[in-house]
């Protein structure tokens, strides 16, 4: 990027198990930040007040009353970047990182032992649930005081000067290295090549928004429907407890169970000459299971906020539940829909290890290509599709940021 002799080195190997711990740090750390702010932000400024008034500074405040108290939320997010790290395929590739997701498709793919496959697949999905029970736990002991005392009393501290200008750059260190920095280099290997709207370019950009549009309304079509089915036949919530759990079971697993599934299926319909193996329906299938609990979590929060007295006044009306459904949920659940196929959208955008291994053949999406050209080194090649990935995946993030904005303005 800076236009160095190649003989000159900067930075030491990247391409180590300490380095990918540290692309880990930079990336996933919004998952802890996240629910740390949101924790920080719902405490009573009238805790802190309490504990300046019995003598304590600002420095022990936050470590003996503010981080205890926020401890659960940290815990959940922490589960959740273990869950991501665990499940991660396509860095520990490219870094030559021997884990259980390379392992299970090294054995796969190379030795053609889908039982071996299955078999680490296992193990592996046994650890990633126990982080998955970790996370849920930690969350269910998250509680907000909903005190409105002195709830706009407590004024941040503003910092001036030199104090203000390090607490910026300390705070930019994660978004510049997470994120500007990699993007400034995937521009400028992106220049260096002479015909970047290439054919199969375009062609995997228009494969990648076609299946994850297709599979992006049929996920929140049935997460509608389900949670229709829930709030009007009075069924448990452990229905969407259960699909939910799919978020958690790495894209590789999936793969493997889903094409274990098809096989068995494909042995039955062997005499109609049938095949559904290698076909896009696997892709979907897994989609679904993998996003169902990201739209589960927006709708079903949205379907709370309609009263269920609605319901009742309709039904002694005459109206029918379907009606019900068109007349009265859909217009009132509108901003949930829209937020859920944003939300479902980026993520599906850059979604590797099942679209790698479920992708019908010649069927490649811009993840697919990202991959496949840097397992060849071809970095150059590979950085015009990572930036439309990104752009992708931030048209939705914009039009969502923008919603938000609208309802609290």
């Excluded at 993840?367 to 599709?385: G, N």
């Amino acid at each position: 990027m800076l236009n160095a002799e190649s003989d000159i080195v900067f930075f030491p190997n990247i391409r180590t198990i300490y380095g990918a711990i540290a692309v880990f740090s930079f990336t996933l750390y919004p998952y802890v930040y996240m629910v740390a702010r949101v924790a920080f932000m719902n405490i009573s400024p009238s805790l802190i007040e309490a504990s300046k008034l019995l003598g304590k500074n600002s420095i022990s405040t936050f470590f003996y009353l503010l981080i205890p108290l926020i401890r659960p939320a940290i815990i959940a997010g922490i589960a959740l970047v273990a869950m991501e790290t665990l499940s991660d395929f396509g860095a520990v590739q490219h870094f030559a990182i021997p884990t259980f997701t390379t392992g299970i498709f090294r054995t796969w793919t190379g030795l053609y032992d889908l039982n071996t496959a299955l078999q680490l697949s296992t193990i592996l999905l046994t650890v990633i649930f126990c982080f998955f029970a970790i996370e849920k736990n930690s969350r269910n002991k998250i509680r907000y005081d909903n005190s409105t005392t002195l709830k706009n009393s407590y004024k941040p501290i503003q910092l001036k000067k030199f104090h203000n200008v390090a607490a910026l750059l300390i705070c930019l260190i994660p978004v510049f290295v997470g994120f500007f920095l990699p993007v400034l280099e995937l521009i400028n290997w992106s220049s260096q090549i002479e015909n970047i709207f290439s054919s199969k370019v375009i062609i995997a950009a228009s494969n990648t928004l076609y299946i994850s549009i297709i599979a992006t309304i049929l996920i929140c079509l049935i997460t509608l429907i389900i949670n229709f089915i829930v709030r009007s036949f009075g069924m448990s919530q452990l229905i969407n407890d259960i699909l939910s759990l799919g978020y958690a079971v790495p894209g590789l697993i999936l793969a493997v169970g889903i094409t274990r599934m098809f096989t068995s299926i494909d042995s039955l319909l062997i005499n109609f000459d049938t095949f559904i193996t290698g076909s896009i329906l696997g892709l979907i299938l897994a989609y679904v299971i993998k996003t169902y609990a990201i739209s589960n979590n927006v709708l079903n929060s949205a379907y709370a906020s309609i009263p269920l007295s609605l319901d009742e006044s309709a039904k002694t009306l005459g109206t029918g539940r379907l009606s019900i459904l068109k007349s009265v949920h859909i217009p009132m659940l509108k901003t949930g829909l829209f937020t859920s196929f944003l939300l479902v959208m980026a993520e599906l955008i850059k979604e590797l290890p099942a679209t790698l291994i479920l992708r019908p053949f010649n069927f490649d999406t811009l993840a697919v290509s990202v991959y496949l050209l840097a397992s060849e080194e071809r970095m150059f090649e590979a950085a015009f599709p990572g930036l439309m990935i990104i752009i992708f995946g931030l048209i939705p993030i914009y039009f969502l940021n923008k919603l938000i904005l609208s309802k609290n303005g």
